[in-house]
């Protein structure tokens, strides 16, 4: 499976992006991730069978996961950043996980590059 993330950017504080994750596979579980500098890489949304999504309390209200499934592409909408958004972001897609899985690492066998996102205060 194939995956590739794109859509990732520098803006200010206050602002918004939006990613794009697209699988060359018909994967159930999708997710995003962040890994800042010196930190481990953390989940921070996860959807799963199109419609059952999750999210991390520090971007809970925040931050949209959503699929679009004509195009099967992975989407995560990113509002009200934060200076502690900057991160590498990275899209996971497995073809099966449980609920309690979808923020977990261990959960996804495949993998994107990642993509920068900065957010300036």
């Known amino acids: 499976v194939q995956v590739v993330e794109s859509g990732g950017g520098s803006v200010q504080a206050g602002g918004s992006l939006r990613l794009s994750c697209a699988t060359s596979?018909?994967?159930?579980?999708m997710g995003w991730f962040r890994q800042a500098p010196g930190k481990e890489r953390e989940g921070v949304a996860g959807?799963?069978?199109?419609?059952?999504?999750k999210y991390s309390e520090s971007v809970k209200g925040r931050f949209t996961i959503s699929k679009d499934v004509a195009n099967d592409t992975l989407l995560l909408q990113m509002n009200s950043l934060k200076p502690e958004d900057t991160a590498m972001y990275y899209c996971?897609?497995?073809?099966?996980?449980?609920?309690?899985?979808?923020?977990?690492?261990?959960?996804?066998?495949?993998w994107g590059q990642g993509i920068q996102v900065t957010v300036s205060s």
């Open positions: 996971a897609a497995s073809y099966g996980c449980s609920t309690s899985d979808l923020l977990r690492r261990n959960a996804y066998p495949y």
């Open positions: 596979g018909n994967t159930v579980c």
């Open positions: 959807i799963m069978s199109d419609t059952y999504t």
